[in-house]
């Protein structure tokens, strides 16, 4: 990866979180209120807003030439090599209520998750950074992070409850220990960390901008993502194709997941 794509990355990561930090004292108050629709059809927040337009902003002073592909704005076509997949606030809904645990969250690649090279996501209200190169490994404010090799003997899971729960996921709720965090990129990293053993999305709901950073830390620091069907996570860029997820810190716990959804599905 070249240094100047990973300098670029990294300062327009700070550029969104500086803009966040500096808002919650002054604008806190609108952070959600509605201000449009966003390229993939959703609701679009003031904190989304004044997020990706730090971002935009950023990037467009710069001599480097990538495209973007964001929430709110879709796919720019720079006739760059590569592209950065943008997930200004992921977590919006934390973020408006004042719950302190939402992101910024940016890959580089080219076509789709498969060949994504470089990951950042980064907790807004703890400033905390994750980090991860392809073949490089994943770092947690500079400190390399590996998942463990053997689950706790409780298991702790974040899914997707209210209404995207599905069988699957209300099954694994009665039995372990569940958290619903509401930030999809930050759940992976604790799962990378081992402060989650799994996440688990077994509807059709994430987009490549919710876990492309994610998905590349988690991979690198020794975990597995995978959808609920058991097949390697790939997704193209752009903002209509959506999966679920299962990402956990191992292949046996995955398998157990999988095994799950493949008996309902009967």
Request: include cysteine; proline fraction near 2%; hydrophobic fraction near 40%.
């Amino acid at each position: 990866m070249i240094e100047e794509l990973k300098l670029l990355a990294n300062k327009t990561v700070d550029a969104v979180y500086k803009k966040v930090r500096k808002s919650i004292s002054a604008d806190f108050q609108k952070f959600g209120h509605t201000v449009g629709i966003g390229a993939d059809g959703t609701i679009t927040k003031y904190i989304d807003k004044i997020a990706e337009d730090a971002a935009i902003d950023y990037l467009k002073k710069s001599k480097t030439r990538v495209n973007i592909l964001s929430e709110e704005i879709g796919f720019i076509d720079n006739k760059g090599k590569y592209t950065f997949v943008l997930d200004p606030i992921d977590g919006t809904r934390n973020a408006y209520r004042g719950i302190p645990f939402y992101s910024v969250s940016l890959a580089i690649g080219k076509l789709k998750l498969s060949n994504i090279e470089y990951g950042i996501v980064k907790n807004i209200p703890t400033g905390d950074v994750f980090i991860a190169e392809k073949g490089h490994g994943a770092f947690l404010n500079g400190i390399k992070i590996a998942t463990p090799e053997i689950p706790d003997n409780e298991p702790l899971s974040s899914l997707a409850l209210g209404n995207n729960h599905d069988k699957v996921t209300i099954s694994l709720a009665k039995k372990n220990k569940v958290r619903s965090l509401g930030s999809s990129s930050l759940e992976m990293c604790m799962v990378a960390i081992g402060a989650l053993d799994y996440y688990v999305i077994g509807k059709e709901y994430l987009r490549i901008i919710d876990i492309a950073s994610s998905t590349l830390i988690l991979r690198e620091a020794g975990g597995v993502v995978k959808n609920i069907y058991g097949e390697e996570l790939d997704m193209a860029f752009n903002l209509n194709e959506r999966s679920s997820v299962v990402a956990a810190c191992s292949e046996d716990v995955v398998k157990r997941i999988i095994a799950k959804n493949l008996w309902f599905s009967k």
